[in-house]
């Protein structure tokens, strides 16, 4: 959808986010969702520097499934969610100009841990986020980037 300059500058929204990576998405969604639960409305628009959700998202991670948890308790059974191949192993190595060597799993902390994680692209989940978020209702504009806020009365 392209949008003159003059018709972007009217266009009014209760909260404007800049960036429709995991976290803007993540915070679009819960905005609304809040509001839902306060029985309220409000307009929530997501700016998108890139041609479209996910052209700016390194590619492969490793995710812990707590954030989708908090956002969307079912989305495993949600359409389209794209995390579904779960770490099956990991291991650690030490290397040196001798070789490697391996070390030992249960010596790593917590937080290098990866059992229970998934394996997934970035740039997939970006793109199903966005389509969770507008069937909230929120407006996602890619191809447009923020260069400043206008406050108005």
């Given at each position: 959808m392209a949008y003159d300059a003059e018709e972007r500058e009217s266009m009014e929204f209760d909260v404007v986010i800049v960036g429709a990576g995991p976290a803007g998405l993540a915070a679009a969604i819960?905005?609304?969702?809040?509001?839902?639960?306060?029985?309220s409305e409000i307009t929530?628009?997501?700016?998108?520097?890139?041609?479209?959700?996910?052209?700016?998202?390194?590619?492969?991670?490793?995710?812990?499934?707590?954030?989708?948890?908090?956002?969307?308790?079912?989305?495993?059974?949600?359409?389209?969610?794209?995390v579904d191949t779960p770490v099956a192993s990991e291991s650690f190595k030490l290397f040196g100009p001798s070789g490697s060597l391996p070390l030992p799993v249960f010596a790593m902390p917590p937080m290098v841990k990866n059992h229970g994680n998934y394996i997934?692209?970035?740039g997939n989940v970006c793109r199903w986020l966005a389509r969770e978020a507008e069937a909230l209702g929120v407006e996602i504009y890619p191809g447009m980037a923020a260069s400043k806020p206008l406050w108005r009365e």
């Open positions: 819960r905005l609304k969702q809040r509001a839902a639960e306060a029985g929530v628009v997501v700016v998108e520097k890139g041609s479209e959700v996910g052209a700016h998202i390194l590619s492969g991670a490793v995710l812990d499934p707590s954030g989708l948890d908090a956002l969307f308790p079912d989305w495993r059974e949600r359409d389209g969610a794209p997934v692209s970035m």
